[in-house]
């Protein structure tokens, strides 16, 4: 969960200049000092992008976040089988059984995508090799479902596993199919995050980076520059009660499949999903202190005409709202 959502927004996409702080609602980022932290020692720097803004050991650690992600992918397990406790394209060498060394690829758009397919490949020197290969479920899935082969299989094994034990054969193939529901969770103030399947959802909004210099004695400290961000977007929605009660028939899902294969989709302009839904503007919900003002509580009244909203992937945007007021 943080992987796919936190972690990339808090880096530029060329992993050059990264934030010391995130805000799940953050409509603007800019050198001054926030309330909600005693930053007197950084300057004013905390949600800004740069080398060394915020504290400076982050830039030396932050690039160890993929390859950790990437190492608990797979774990062998006690019945000499295999798991994949998390997804993602990969592929990964283990011994199984009686002592076979196999490889499996994983091929895939998760999180952007609910199909995932594995292939299973033999050494030369064996026609088959029994051994149980377990598939973790979510928990905010419902109805997962797995095929062999083009055949749908059984899952068998607890609500949170699925475990495949059989003979396997050189280039035998799994797909395994995670459906994905529009819900919502409850926050602070009783206001509400939009999720789908693994994915936390935020208001897409327009991004101006403007680049700066620090100067004098900073520069030691910070770096030559860093990057602010503004957006023109109309940010201070609520939701429609409505809306809420049954969110599957009252939003629409647009998935772009040349997005989802695209080099690299962590950001706004190439996110492969879209959510629309109905809002009204909230006028009395203002910008305080250079951040969104204090949150509205759920559910008041607006007076303002609906609006469709457009809702994009948290770990795809830089500037969002991601809890949202629920409004009359």
């Not at 957006?231 to 929605?237: A, I, Q, R």
Request: with cysteine; aromatic share 12%; charged share 25%.
């Amino acid at each position: 969960r943080i992987a796919f959502n936190a972690l990339p927004t808090q880096i530029t996409d060329d992993f050059m200049n990264k934030q010391y702080f995130q805000q799940a609602n953050q409509i603007m980022i800019t050198r001054h000092p926030h309330n909600f932290y005693e930053d007197a020692h950084h300057a004013a720097t905390d949600i800004i992008y740069g080398t060394r803004t915020g504290y400076p050991c982050c830039f030396s650690n932050m690039h160890q976040a993929w390859p950790k992600f990437t190492q608990s992918l797979w774990y062998a397990t006690p019945d000499k089988g295999i798991a994949a406790l998390a997804y993602s394209p990969s592929e990964v060498v283990a011994q199984v059984g009686d002592g076979h060394e196999i490889s499996i690829i994983e091929d895939t758009y998760y999180p952007m995508d609910d199909k995932i397919r594995f292939t299973i490949r033999l050494s030369n020197s064996v026609k088959e090799v029994t051994f149980p290969f377990h598939l973790r479920i979510p928990e905010w899935c419902k109805g997962a479902a797995v095929t062999i082969n083009g055949i749908t299989d059984s899952i068998n094994g607890g609500s949170d596993m699925a475990i495949l034990h059989r003979p396997w054969k050189d280039g035998d193939q799994v797909i395994l199919s995670l459906p994905m529901k529009v819900e919502s969770s409850r926050w602070y103030e009783n206001s509400v995050a939009i999720e789908r399947g693994p994915l936390v959802y935020a208001l897409k909004m327009e991004e101006r980076w403007m680049k700066k210099e620090f100067v004098g004695k900073e520069r030691n400290q910070f770096g030559f520059d860093y990057y602010e961000v503004s957006s023109p977007t109309k940010w201070n929605y609520g939701i429609l009660s409505a809306t809420i009660e049954d969110l599957e028939k009252n939003s629409q899902v647009t998935i772009d499949p040349d997005k989802q294969s695209c080099d690299y989709f962590w950001n706004v302009r190439n996110a492969p999903i879209q959510i629309k839904l109905k809002a009204k503007e909230m006028t009395s919900w203002r910008i305080y202190n250079e951040m969104t003002g204090p949150l509205p509580f759920s559910t008041s009244k607006s007076e303002q005409p609906e609006e469709e909203i457009v809702l994009v992937p948290y770990g795809c945007t830089t500037l969002r709202i991601s809890e949202f007021p629920v409004v009359r």
